[in-house]
């Protein structure tokens, strides 16, 4: 019997010697797992703030997200800026004991083994939503064998407990719904209701939730593009798992099955959209290294001085590396979630557009494509030779990625050229659309220049916002920025600064000068003779205001004999332009190339009394928690006084009155304006660049229209000019700025006469003929600026 006794003694402890050892052997096994023993288990600080990447969005001023820039295009969204209709078909479909567990839901897991035993599919899984979390933040590793996938397992257990200690049940379902990899670059809530709803998180409808959430089983499978019958059968699933606990009544989930997907599909596409030209230049400025001059061609030096100037003066140029985080790394564009704001307003921005697309493509590229028929060798001018010619071409291709794919396989020039020539299948533009065909890669190059560009800048001059910013036709296909990299002859949109100068040393618009031929000894002793294009008044006695009113070579050339060159330059420097200025006496006919980005910021000066204010891409940037890292104001200087702006300012307002500009007062299609507007044109030497500089009390724009080369242009000065080249988008873009009272610009508004200002600008009452008597018939036609 003792025997018996002690045996079985024996056999309880080593019954429970197996239990403690099991036990111990589990605190043991989790304990390494939890220590990081068998394999890489994040610390606390990981899980405070996961490895994510975010994308940087780019806000308008009226906070239309214009781009984003991202590895991965997931954007960060807090919970309550989430659609509870969301949240609700999550926990009904996923874990609908979320607020009930601790990260592992032991009745889900014996359910799921019972399922397993029984061969019941819909057990439904043991993964809890902490769980699914734990997995996509620190995603599993390649495995050998079985075991380690087991490891692995409670690993993610692990890290799913430590998630509910550390995080809110709330803060668990933002980070699982910010992180969820939705597909079609939809990484993150927030971007799959912008792609796939063109919606916002807040406002997903219940059904529009059901297929996200569904989509959460695995949006590779359940793809809306590609398995849209599959994707609403899994949208009705989560719709009757909803239905079952509770979320919406029996009569909503029948309604909801009925219905369609409802898919507004919108592709993540940068080289589309409202402001693409403008963002791409963020994009590139933000990120822009230190200038250094061995990374500019030996032809560059100019640009390499302007570069390294905006390093120094402008806090945006380079801001990623100028700034660090909390860590001491730079700002990294695509992944650190930043939220910037930029100047730009979205509807003053698509008005911008829509006036350059309709000019180009119903009034010019169809006079255009009709001018070409009479070039020899379209669409070079007749001015050209065949070598010039060819010398362009096969500057062109050399230029082309194909030159360099082709090169890169060792292909010698002659063999390039053949290829050049074989017709091959190919998408070309066309303003009624992209267009298949087939054509040689040559004929494709000269069918590319034959398309004329437009480009225009608006700003705010007072607070330095740039409204509106358009580089050129399409992004697509025209990638060149004309506004901040392009620069062009400004021909006489160059003339006001030399009138500054007249006004600022004593002259009136009421000054006279007698209109007839100054000639100019130059530095080498030869003679130089500025000429007109026409002849009215010649010989008589006009005012300051007349000669800038129809850009008369003569009174231009009367002033600067006045004064001299360098005056004209340094006034053009206190103004704001930066590029190269040669002072010549010719200079005002406008033989500079100037961006269109500082003609705008200078000719701001007339309209802000005086005042240079520079344009401005950015008022401050957010990181992805919302904190302010960085403000922007614009630099401001007094270049002129506001007697001087305001003589300018009548100056400017005789040019759209009785001048070069006055189709803004009579044309029926563009025209009829009764605002206060002062404005004036420029046509370079052939008609190659047309311009319009139009100044409200408000608002500045510049518009430049020309071909890619200036050896491609129209024929004659009528179509040429920059009064029918540039000025008619002008018209079409304020004309829908006006009539949007949304945006707060009236006509009604006057330019602001300075307190102290006594000059008469009444200089010839009498002989001045109404604006009214003008028909539609005039031509105005500029005294161009040819030498």
């Given amino acids: 019997m003792k025997e018996q006794i002690s045996s079985f003694k024996k056999y309880i402890i080593i019954f429970w010697a ?81 607020y009930d567990h601790s990260g592992i839901d032991l009745i889900g897991l014996f359910r799921v083994v019972k399922g397993v035993a029984t061969g019941n599919e819909n057990a439904g899984g043991g993964s809890t939503l902490s769980q699914q979390l734990a997995k996509m933040l620190f995603p599993r590793e390649k495995f050998d064998h079985k075991i380690e996938l087991v490891i692995r397992k409670f690993r993610e257990w692990v890290i799913a407990i430590r998630l509910e200690r550390n995080f809110t049940k709330e803060e668990i379902i933002k980070m699982y719904l910010n992180k969820y990899d939705f597909l079609n670059l939809a990484v993150g809530i927030k971007s799959a209701a912008h792609i796939y709803f063109s919606t916002t998180p807040d406002k997903l409808t219940i059904e529009q939730s059901a297929m996200l959430v569904g989509m959460a089983k695995n949006s590779a499978l359940y793809n809306p593009l590609r398995r849209p019958k599959m994707v609403k059968e899994r949208r009705n699933v ?88 909390m860590d001491g790394s730079p700002y990294n564009l695509y992944k650190d979630g930043l939220k910037i704001h930029a100047t730009l307003n979205s509807k003053i921005q698509m008005y911008a557009e829509n006036a350059v697309k309709k000019h180009l493509s119903v009034n010019l590229q169809p006079a255009f494509f009709k001018n070409l028929k009479h070039y020899n060798h379209p669409p070079f001018s007749n001015d050209l030779s065949n070598d010039e010619i060819n010398g362009i071409l096969k500057m062109s291709i050399k230029q082309s990625e194909r030159y360099r794919v082709l090169k890169n396989k060792g292909k010698k020039f002659d063999q390039i050229m053949e290829d050049f020539k074989k017709p091959t299948q190919m998408t070309v533009f066309s303003w009624r659309g992209d267009i298949d065909t087939i054509m040689s890669p040559l004929d494709s190059i ?109 009174i231009s050339a009367w002033i600067m004999r006045q004064y001299n060159p360098e005056g004209m330059k340094k006034v053009m420097r206190k103004m704001g332009i930066t590029s190269r200025i040669d002072a010549v006496p010719s200079m005002f006919l406008g033989t500079t190339e100037i961006s269109i980005y500082e003609m705008v910021g200078a000719f701001g000066c007339f309209s802000n009394k005086g005042i240079f204010t520079k344009p401005i891409f950015v008022t401050n940037i957010e990181d992805k928690n919302g904190n302010i890292v960085a403000d922007f104001e614009p630099y401001r200087d007094e270049a002129i006084s506001k007697n001087t702006a305001y003589l300018m300012i009548n100056l400017l307002q005789g040019v759209v009155n009785k001048g070069t500009g006055s189709r803004l007062r009579w044309n029926k299609e563009y025209g009829r304006f009764t605002a206060a507007l002062g404005g004036k044109t420029g046509t370079t030497q052939n008609h190659s660049d047309g311009w319009f500089m139009g100044v409200t009390p408000e608002l500045v724009t510049g518009i430049w229209t020309g071909a890619k080369l200036r050896s491609i242009h129209f024929d004659n000065i009528r179509m040429g000019q920059g009064a029918n080249l540039a000025l008619p988008i002008y018209g079409y873009f304020m004309h829908q700025v006006y009539d949007d009272t949304s945006l707060g610009y009236t006509q009604d508004t006057k330019f602001e006469k300075p307190e102290e200002f006594n000059i008469s600008l009444d200089c010839d009452k009498d002989s001045e003929k109404a604006i009214e008597q003008k028909t539609n018939t005039v031509i105005e036609e500029e005294s161009s600026d040819f030498f």
């Avoid at 997907?261 to 963002?279: A, I, S």
């Avoid at 030996?298 to 120094?312: I, P, R, V, Y």
């Fill in 18 to 98: 197996i239990i403690a050892s099991g036990i111990i052997g589990l605190v043991v096994f989790f304990y390494g797992i939890s220590a990081g023993w068998m394999g890489y288990m994040p610390t606390l600080e990981e899980l405070e703030t996961p490895p994510n990447s975010y994308a940087s969005e780019v806000y308008s001023e009226d906070s239309v997200l214009l781009r984003k820039f991202f590895y991965r295009n997931r954007s960060n969204v807090d919970y309550q800026d989430i659609s509870p209709n969301t949240i609700n078909a999550l926990i009904a479909t996923e874990d609908s004991r979320f």
């Fill in 238 to 325: 989560v719709l009757k798992q909803m239905y079952k606990y509770g979320y919406i009544t029996e009569g909503q989930k029948k309604d909801l099955q009925k219905k369609d997907l409802g898919l507004k599909y919108q592709k993540e596409d940068f080289k589309v959209g409202v402001g693409t030209y403008f963002t791409e230049y963020l994009r590139t400025i933000m990120q822009h290294k230190k200038p250094e001059r061995k990374n500019y061609a030996s032809w560059q030096d100019q640009k390499f001085k302007e570069d390294l100037n905006e390093w120094n003066n402008n806090p945006l140029f380079g801001w990623c590396y100028k700034n660090r985080k």
């Fill in 446 to 554: 000269k069918y590319d220049m034959s398309f004329l560009r437009s480009a225009m800048m608006t700003y705010d001059p007072r607070s330095g916002h740039i409204k509106a910013y358009v580089g050129g036709p399409n992004y697509r296909h025209f990638m060149y920025d004309m506004v901040k990299d392009g620069k062009r002859q400004v021909g006489s949109t160059v003339k006001p600064f030399l009138y500054t100068l007249a006004m600022q040393n004593g002259l009136t618009p009421c000054t006279k000068a007698l209109n007839i031929e100054y000639t100019f000894t130059l530095p080498d002793g030869s003679t130089w003779t500025p000429q007109n294009s026409g002849s009215a008044k010649y010989g008589e006695n006009v005012t300051l205001k007349w000669g800038l009113a129809n850009s008369v070579n003569n």
